[in-house]
């Protein structure tokens, strides 16, 4: 570990940043295991493949957040929960009221979607869910990476990397990449959690352990086990029937990472990781007797007084890494295979087909259906295999890293049908009621898929420090898809060490991100009623006979460039600075469009007629959008009485603007329904447009006090009925929010942390239900929407 403390204590920006309250230590290194005078091992940094890096000058912006504090003392008791309040450029959101979304937390960086951030595990690529984030959901038509799969105990640091990493890393690093650095130490350690909102719902409960064992000769296998219960909360009002806030979800995870020495240069390295996790959401609330639900979505029979269908997902996610680095003459050399699938199956429940119940009553049943129903669902699985080399050559100026390499991935992404009663129409002329499960109709015979690709890819990244205070990094990567062809793109970075205390960066790259298999094959259809007409509603896959009837073209990738310049500064040893400015062109980006039928699109509606369809959407490459922003981050340690006071301000400015829609040559002049206003808002602005963090943390003997304020700026969200008809926007003021929490250290091996979260008890602004995505007074948003909450930890280490 030499090579890395010593990297960790000058810091990136200096001792300050490290020592700092700031959980985002900017000192930026990453150990693959225990550095030996062999040079079995070596330190690198997430953007550069050069061996045993030095962390003071790297030329793009590297965020080094340490977990060991969060997972021993912090409130939220979630991965991305943590990060939400420690990173000022990333952002997710726990939404209720939008169907599968709801189960699984959407995440992102710098405002862009959540599927243009790339995620790694030991430097490794790590699986999308299954799941394409649809209705009501942000980041709509968006896939993502369940980063909640991960136990935070088994996390020994997050790199994130805010800059286009595409040449190096590949598709999806358009807004950065994430770096997940698990724990393998020795030693064993445990957590007890608890947490509630100031109401009294949304319990949670954490069981979590950790241990680290030696195994076979200098090797290490640690092994995480974890167990959490967070309990459904409420904030409807009284007299609503509706049940607004966080899903109820039951995890149980394992995870495994070691490594294993094969000789005096070869190293065998592993990891396995496992959750299943039962997760139930509520869904719009149906009425009862004298509402308009009864009969076309109830059955006095069955709910005379309403009810409410629970959305219930079984989601299982699993991940796994093998591979060896060895020295091949003066070369590294890294082959690795990695396998990630995560699979969601849905089970509504508390639910009618109202069609069966009504259709029974009319024949003298008693005018029942099933309550629940099986109703289908996704797995989407990847299996990538590296081959890595790198040599550092002292020779060409003042040396220069060498590395290039491959990868090969393949891909499968499958629909499964529910039961029948989950989707059917039971009289086929919509005169018992709507088809399917309310809440959640089930997936169809016809939206069923098994669908593979394959990628391969090769790259060169060469590193050279031109002077000693002048460093250049250059790298190219090209791509070959089996289902849209090849790509290549490009980086060029450079830093500038103007003194001890001042360096300059600045990169520029060019980038993409392949259209995900969940894009182009998922297929979901329902009927509605449409001029008294039951009609199938379908989002059409790419290729199929509805999207090419509409002229939709073959999804391809989008485009991006990536600019960056920025400076850090060291003022003194207790102080540093770091400030970068950024622009993110993305063209073609694929988007989700609106319903196209008869009455918007007339030349369209008489195909979809013939075929059966009342109404159809689509994935297309229909929006240029441009993105520019700030990261600033100033970080201070000094001494206060008899306490040490560590100080830290982070503040990320972003703003994202759709600037073109170029709707393919069929939809000519129906732009307005490809991108509706309101849908262009949820690009623009599905996150904060600002967000900052001031932390405070005080030590003074075995006491310790920790008081976060977290602002988060103004977000304007479109309604249903939209500007055109006289409604506006919602405009969400800003809001600032503050944590506090009290720590006591009853030995180094022993602490307990009481504290709350959102201590203020501030809300989202209030808006028109009826406007709304979750149909409450107001959605999720900022920080969420279910107000203060208290927490209690208790950390043993043995």
Not at 236 to 242: F, H, L, S, V, Y
Not at 545 to 572: H, M
Request: include cysteine; charge should be negative; hydrophobic fraction near 35%.
């Amino acid at each position: 570990m030499t090579v890395l403390r010593k990297a960790l204590s000058i810091g990136l920006y200096g001792a300050a940043a490290v020592a700092a309250l700031t959980p985002v230590s900017f000192a930026v290194a990453q150990t693959t295991g225990a550095a030996t005078a062999s040079g079995l091992d070596s330190v690198t940094i997430i953007g550069s493949r050069r061996a045993n890096a030095s962390a003071t000058d790297t030329p793009v912006p590297i965020d080094f957040i340490p977990m060991t504090k969060t997972s021993e003392q912090g409130g939220q008791f979630d991965l991305s929960q943590s990060l939400q309040y420690l990173s000022p450029s990333f952002n997710s959101t726990r939404q209720t009221g939008a169907d599968g979304a709801d189960l699984i937390d959407s995440a992102s960086l710098r405002g862009l979607g959540s599927d243009q951030t790339l995620v790694l595990v030991n430097g490794k690529r790590r699986h999308t869910t299954a799941l394409v984030n649809l209705f009501g959901a942000r980041n709509r038509g968006n896939t993502g990476t369940d980063l909640n799969a991960i136990p935070v105990l088994a996390i020994d640091n997050v790199q994130i990397l805010r800059d286009g990493a595409a040449a190096q890393y590949g598709s999806d690093a358009i807004a950065g990449v994430m770096n997940i650095t698990l724990k393998k130490s020795k030693g064993c350690e445990a957590v007890l959690g608890y947490s509630q909102y100031s109401v009294g719902d949304g319990k949670n409960y954490l069981p979590s352990a950790y241990c680290g064992f030696g195994i076979g000769e200098n090797g290490v296998l640690g092994i995480t086990a974890e167990y959490s219960d967070r309990g459904r909360s409420n904030r409807a009002e009284a007299d609503n029937p509706r049940i607004i806030g966080d899903t109820q979800s039951k995890n149980s995870t394992i995870y495994l990472n070691g490594e294993l020495p094969t000789s005096s240069t070869g190293k065998l390295y592993f990891t396995l990781g496992a959750q299943n996790r039962d997760a139930s959401s509520a869904a719009f609330a149906r009425g009862g007797v004298g509402s308009d639900d009864i009969p076309s979505r109830n059955s006095e029979a069955m709910y005379p007084n309403g009810f409410v269908p629970f959305i219930n997902g079984d989601i299982n996610d699993r991940y796994a890494i093998i591979g060896h680095r060895w020295q091949v003459g003066d070369w590294t050399a890294d082959l690795s295979q990695t396998y990630g699938s995560n699979e969601m199956r849905y089970r509504i429940a508390n639910t009618i087909n109202a069609s069966i119940a009504n259709l029974d009553l009319m024949n003298g049943g008693a005018g029942r259906s099933a309550s629940a129903f099986q109703a289908g669902g996704f797995l989407f699985s990847q299996a990538t295999t590296n081959i890595d080399f790198s040599k550092f050559f002292d020779g060409f100026l003042m040396g220069s890293n060498v590395a290039f390499g491959a990868e090969y991935r393949r891909e499968n992404y499958q629909i499964s049908a529910g039961e029948p009663g989950s989707y059917i129409d039971a009289d086929g002329v919509g005169v018992g009621g709507n088809a399917g499960s309310q809440g959640f109709p089930g997936f169809q015979p016809a939206d069923v898929t098994n669908r593979n690709r394959d990628s391969t890819a090769l790259y060169v990244d060469i590193e050279t420090d031109v002077t000693q205070k002048f460093k250049v990094q250059t790298a190219v990567r090209t791509e070959q898809y089996s289902d849209f062809g090849n790509t290549t793109t490009g980086k060029l970075a450079a830093s500038f060490k103007a003194s001890d205390q001042l360096l300059f960066r600045s990169s520029v790259s060019s980038g993409f991100r392949a259209p995900s298999l969940q894009q182009v094959y998922f297929s979901s259809t329902f009927t509605d009623f449409i001029s008294g007409q039951p009609q199938d509603v379908v989002l059409a896959p790419n290729g199929g006979t509805i999207a090419n009837a509409a002229g939709i073209p073959k999804l391809k990738e989008e485009n991006s460039r990536n600019f960056t310049l920025g400076f850090t500064l060291t003022p003194s040893k207790t102080t540093s600075i770091t400030a970068d400015l950024y622009q993110i062109n993305i063209d073609d980006r694929i988007g989700l469009s609106g319903r196209f039928d008869a009455d918007n699109f007339p030349a369209l509606g008489a195909t979809l007629a013939a075929l059966g369809v009342g109404q159809a959407q689509f994935f297309v490459n229909s929006i240029d959008t441009k993105t520019k922003g700030l990261d600033l981050t100033v970080s201070n340690k000094s001494e206060l009485g008899s306490g040490k006071l560590s100080t830290f301000l982070a503040l990320n400015l972003s703003q994202t603007d759709v600037v073109n829609v170029h709707a393919p040559a069929s939809l000519k002049g129906y732009e307005s329904v490809l991108l509706s206003e309101r849908e262009r808002l949820f690009i623009e602005q599905g996150g904060p447009r600002t967000k900052a963090t001031l932390g405070f943390d005080y030590t003074q003997g075995a006491w310790e006090t920790n008081f976060k304020i977290i602002h988060f700026g103004s977000q304007t969200l479109g309604t249903f009925s939209g500007t055109e008809n006289g409604v506006p926007n919602a405009f969400y003021e800003p809001k600032t929010s503050a944590d506090l929490a009290f720590t006591y250290s009853f030995d180094k091996n022993t602490k307990l942390t009481v504290g709350g979260n959102n201590i203020f008890n501030v809300k989202p602004t209030t808006q028109d239900a009826n406007e709304t995505d979750n149909g409450f007074i107001y959605d999720s948003v900022q920080f969420g929407l279910n107000g203060a909450s208290y927490f209690a930890k208790f950390w043993k280490r043995f």
